[in-house]
T-cell receptor, first 111, second 115 residues
Framework: DAGVIQSPRHEVTEMGQEVTLRCKPISGHDYLFWYRQTMMRGLELLIYFNNNVPIDDSGMPEDRFSAKMPNASFSTLKIQPSEPRDSAVYFC?????????FGSGTRLTVV | AQTVTQSQPEMSVQEAETVTLSCTYDTSENNYYLFWYKQPPSRQMILVIRQEAYKQQNATENRFSVNFQKAAKSFSLKISDSQLGDTAMYFCAFMSSSNTGKLIFGQGTTLQVKP
């Protein structure tokens, strides 16, 4: 689905390194979400934005995680420093008039 | 806070048979939306079906239908005539109609369709 483009698709990094995940959503959305998917916890909502403004970041696990949305067509999720337990698939999604659409996720592996 | 629970981590079904995936949720709201999403190995999240809580009629999309029991806060997905391409993880999700926009997912159920 070209509606939300996430990059990179896969990321392998060493513990302690900074990781930046990127999301380019289709236009016309009002909300943008970042989710983390693991086998143990399923899909966890980390943070979401409304019209580029962060609304709720209570799902962000630690201060090592931060997210920005400088404009309607771009958002980032940064982890600094990364740890092995951050290994997961990270999804970006948006709400449009007709419903939600998601990117294909970034699989992050921290070794 | 709203929660969504899928109590079946894994299920399997023979091709052409029918399978039902369970979902329960907890909310104090009267108006909301419920969804089922399919996630194949490609990781893409695909909307299967949606249900508005104010509608009593169960939603249906081809081979996919739901059994929405509002009083019991239950929202199960029935897949009829299962196909190999239905093999995927299925997520139940809840969205409040109070315009928070937040979509809350269950843990997911991995469905394996066997030939």
């Amino acid at each position: 689905d070209a509606g939300v483009i996430q990059s990179p698709r896969h990321e392998v990094t060493e513990m302690g390194q900074e990781v930046t995940l990127r999301c380019k959503p289709i236009s016309g959305h009002d909300y943008l979400f970042w989710y983390r998917q693991t086998m143990m916890r399923g899909l966890e909502l980390l943070i979401y934005f409304n019209n580029n403004v962060p609304i709720d970041d209570s799902g962000m696990p630690e201060d090592r995680f931060s997210a920005k949305m400088p404009n309607a067509s771009f958002s980032t999720l940064k982890i600094q420093p990364s740890e092995p337990r951050d290994s997961a698939v990270y999804f970006c999604g948006v709400r449009l008039i007709y419903g939600y659409t998601f990117g294909s996720g970034t699989r992050l592996t921290v070794v | 806070a709203q929660t969504v629970t899928q109590s079946q981590p894994e299920m399997s079904v023979q091709e052409a048979e029918t399978v039902t995936l369970s979902c329960t949720y907890d909310t104090s709201e009267n108006n909301y939306y419920l969804f089922w999403y399919k996630q194949p190995p490609s990781r893409q999240m695909i909307l299967v079906i949606r249900q508005e809580a104010y509608k009593q009629q169960n939603a249906t999309e081809n081979r996919f239908s739901v059994n929405f029991q509002k009083a019991a806060k239950s929202f199960s997905l029935k897949i009829s005539d299962s196909q190999l391409g239905d093999t995927a993880m299925y997520f139940c999700a809840f969205m409040s109609s109070s315009n928070t926009g937040k979509l809350i997912f269950g843990q997911g159920t991995t469905l394996q369709v066997k030939p």
